[in-house]
Structure formats: structure tokens, C-alpha cells
């Protein structure tokens, strides 16, 4: 896949099939649009191509009149995570568009003929049943369909029950996650939610009960991370090594000095240093609500029958 960041980079293509969207987390109702992408494509022999946008419109525009307030953006997937989902399903060309207040005030009328034709070539546009485009939303389906032969171009849309049928949206897979229902999160995304953070040096308290941790601090401040637990999840090191492991979110209120929320990971059955280096961990399932033990000991029991009850979970992972 040739990732083009700047769309005045972009190579001018002919019969270039089309897609656009923010595709946070890339989830199965966004899987069944790239589906027919790659499949129209195919048809009619031209490469498919996907239009996404960073940073995310809701960072660069205000918040709706129904939300004074300022509203705390979380999103499924970094931009990076974004691309590699995308390359997954062989689409040939990611254009990334800088979403900018002067891009968000373009009409319809210029997003069509300055970006779909004049920058990208599009002889075809794969949509969903409720993708909206130009200022204020103001274009869409309908009216594509009515002024296709002046564009020189067909759209065709994903149907309504198509998309409503899986049942999906991103805010649903938010809500799951904040909530720590990562089954429902991993079933809406149809892959397991991932997460990546570099290791840093923390307390090293778990060292002293048989349990070291990798405090992952996170690179990207937007990305979504679950509600506070306890979790089965499988880790990859920067070595590319697959661990089994749990990891805790939370504050840690047995050993804890203060009410910082902490990511810790404890890789079952490995013994190395992963200091300053990234380390990705893929949530399988919940195992317990974060916890307060009367001292040491009772945790340190928690944390052993939480190992085995993560291997359990993670059986064949």
C-alpha cells in the first residue's frame, strides 16, 4: 500500500476506485465497505483507493451547540494503527488528508472536483449509507446519484441494513471499552483491541512479590485506554517475541502513594529487560475489578490465582 500524506503528492490516477472516511478502528462495519472496495476494484480494474483524515475533524472543529463544553476525544486506533489495519485488506493507495478549518470549509461542489477528481481520478465511489462530506455535511448520496454524469463518476452505497446489520459503530466499541467489556470491544472490531506503550522505569515494587511489570507509558495521549481492571492479554515485544500476560489499569491503591492511573503489564513466564522499548499488548478478556488488599500478601495471592486464571483465558494465544 503507498501511503501519501500530502495531497498535493498524491499521483493523479484513472479509474482510481473510492472510499473515504475517519475509519477509527477500522471495525467489521468498516471492514464490509473495504470489502466491496477491494471487490469493485477487481471488477473493474482499477486500484482502490482509501481517503482518511488526520488529525481527527473533532480536534480542529468546535464542539456542536448542544455540547458547550469541550469534548474529550478518545480514539480506537493511532494513526499508525490506522494504516497498518488498512494495508491488511490490500487496499493500493492511502491518501491522508491534513484536516484543517480551511479543508472543513470546503463545499461539497470543491471536495468532489478538487479532491475525488482533480487530486485522486476517481471514476468510483464506494460509500456507506450515512457518509456526508463538504461544509456542514451538505453533501452526500443523493445528491452524488444526481449529478454523477457531470461528474463523470458513479458512486454506489453500502446499504443501510448492510452496515446496521453487524450492529457496530465506533462510539458502541468506546463504550465497551470504558466499561472494560473487551469481548464486545474485540467482537465489534472483529480483532483483539491493541495497545502500545513504551516501558518505563516505575516503582519496581512488583519485583519484590514475584510480580515485575512493564509501565507502559503511551506515546499517543488520544488513544482509548480500557476501563480500570484487571486483564488477560497477550504481549509483543520489540524483539517480535509473543508472551502471554495480564496487566493491570488502575492506581493500584495496596501499594499505591497516589491516584495516578498506571498501565502495568506482567509477562507470564518471562524473564528479560524491556526498558525503552515498545511494548504492544492485545486485551482478550477482563479477569476482576481493580482491587485494595489488606497489604502484601493477600495481593500477592490475588496476583497468582490472576495468572491462572489469564493462562486460562489465553489457552491456545
Do not use: C
Not at 30 to 44: G, N, P, T, Y
Not at 151 to 164: K, N, T
Not at 169 to 193: F, M, P
Not at 242 to 266: F, K, W, Y
Amino acid at each position: 500500500m503507498q501511503v501519501v500524506r500530502d495531497p498535493a503528492a498524491f499521483p493523479h490516477l484513472t479509474n482510481a476506485v473510492v472510499t473515504s472516511g475517519t475509519f477509527d478502528g477500522v471495525h467489521v462495519g468498516h471492514q464490509r465497505i473495504l470489502h466491496r472496495l477491494q471487490e469493485v476494484a477487481r471488477q473493474s480494474g482499477g486500484p482502490s483507493v482509501v481517503i482518511t483524515y488526520w488529525p481527527h475533524p473533532r480536534l480542529v472543529l468546535a464542539p456542536p451547540a448542544a455540547h458547550p463544553e469541550p469534548l474529550q476525544l478518545h480514539l480506537l486506533n493511532t494513526l499508525e494503527e490506522r494504516i497498518d489495519k488498512l494495508e491488511s485488506f490490500g487496499v493500493d493507495y492511502l491518501l491522508i488528508v491534513p484536516f484543517t478549518r480551511e479543508f472543513s470549509e470546503w463545499t461539497s461542489e470543491q471536495y468532489i472536483r478538487e479532491l475525488l477528481l482533480n487530486t485522486v481520478g476517481t471514476s468510483k465511489l464506494v460509500i456507506g449509507y450515512d457518509h456526508r462530506f463538504g461544509k456542514n455535511r451538505e453533501g452526500g448520496f443523493d445528491y452524488l446519484s444526481q449529478n454523477a454524469d457531470r461528474y463523470g463518476m458513479s458512486v454506489e452505497e453500502i446499504p443501510r441494513e448492510d452496515v446496521d446489520a453487524v450492529g457496530v459503530s465506533s462510539t458502541r466499541i468506546r463504550r465497551a471499552l470504558e466499561a472494560g467489556d473487551v469481548a464486545t470491544a474485540n467482537r465489534y472490531l472483529g480483532y483483539n483491541y491493541p495497545f502500545t506503550g513504551t516501558v518505563v522505569r516505575g516503582k519496581q515494587l512488583g519485583r519484590t512479590i514475584g510480580f515485575p511489570t512493564a509501565n507502559m507509558q503511551q506515546p499517543e495521549g488520544l488513544k482509548l485506554v480500557p476501563g480500570r481492571g484487571v486483564y488477560a492479554v497477550l504481549a509483543t515485544t520489540a524483539a517480535g517475541t509473543h508472551h502471554q500476560a495480564m496487566l493491570n489499569i488502575g492506581v493500584r491503591p495496596t501499594v499505591g502513594g497516589d491516584l495516578q492511573q498506571t498501565v502495568e503489564a506482567h509477562l507470564l513466564d518471562f524473564d528479560g529487560d524491556l526498558y525503552d522499548q515498545p511494548l504492544t499488548v492485545e486485551f482478550i478478556a477482563r479477569l476482576r475489578d481493580e482491587q485494595k488488599f489488606d497489604g502484601l500478601d493477600a495481593l500477592k495471592a490475588q496476583l497468582a490465582k490472576d495468572a491462572d486464571a489469564a493462562r486460562q483465558h489465553l489457552v491456545g494465544g
